[in-house]
């Protein structure tokens, strides 16, 4: 099973809402992440969670606040957030870096409109 | 500044024929290379890596080579089948980066019947 799953779908919000966005896997692995992709462009590394551990946040903004429960949950909290927020966010996991092993899988990301 | 770079936003290729996809990066210290593909509304697919130890990769009709003189790799699609049309993205990343893959902005393959 190399499945990532991500719920919701498709999400529109308004800049005073509060959301959350979910992502789940069952491979055992225990490396996490959020990116960010805008259209036309390269997906963009938001968090890294290593063993349950924020270990990366690349300098994002405290609107997005993620969590990871356990090892086979991660969630993105969003609160007042503003319209050039709107992107898909995807949610990918991994083994925890090995000599030989870096891939990534991702989910199908959940498509945020902020209105 | 880019470190992964994709120079051609696109490709269009007979089925049948090879696809060849390109990718340059300026980082010395990256020393594993990912290819994903990625169709719209999905999230992108891993399909081939390389180690910076080797120099060829091959997997069924997907083949990634590797040029660490010239920064560079490609990956080969042969043959080339309708299916194959996406959007490719070449990845790139270094022990110690904690999972921080470096992406390219991708070129869209179309291949005609």
């Known amino acids: 099973d190399t499945e990532v799953t991500q719920t919701p779908k498709h999400l529109v919000m308004g800049m005073t809402n509060k959301k959350s966005l979910k992502c789940e896997q069952h491979m055992g692995h225990r490396a996490m992440y959020w990116y960010k992709q805008k259209a036309k462009k390269p997906p963009e590394l938001m968090f890294v969670?290593?063993?349950?551990?924020?270990?990366i946040n690349e300098s994002v903004p405290s609107r997005f606040s993620p969590e990871c429960p356990n090892s086979s949950l991660l969630n993105l909290h969003l609160h007042a957030l503003q319209p050039e927020d709107s992107a898909l966010y995807l949610c990918a996991s991994s083994q925890v870096q090995l000599a030989d092993s870096y891939e990534q899988y991702f989910g199908p990301g959940t498509r945020l409109t902020v209105t | 500044d880019q470190q992964v770079k994709q120079n051609s936003p696109s490709l269009s290729v007979q089925e049948g024929r090879i696809s060849i996809l390109n990718c340059d990066y300026t980082n010395s210290m990256f020393d594993y290379f990912l290819w994903y593909k990625k169709y719209p509304a999905e999230g992108p697919t891993f399909l081939i890596s390389?180690?910076?130890?080797?120099d060829k990769n091959e997997d069924g009709r997907f083949t990634v080579f590797l040029n660490k003189s010239a920064k560079h790799l490609s990956l080969h699609i042969v043959p080339s089948q309708p299916g194959d049309s996406a959007v490719y993205f070449c990845a790139a990343t270094y022990g110690g980066s904690q999972g921080n893959l470096i992406f390219g902005k991708g070129t869209k393959l179309s291949v005609k019947p």
């Open positions: 390389i180690s910076s130890i080797k």
């Open positions: 969670y290593s063993y349950e551990k924020l270990s």
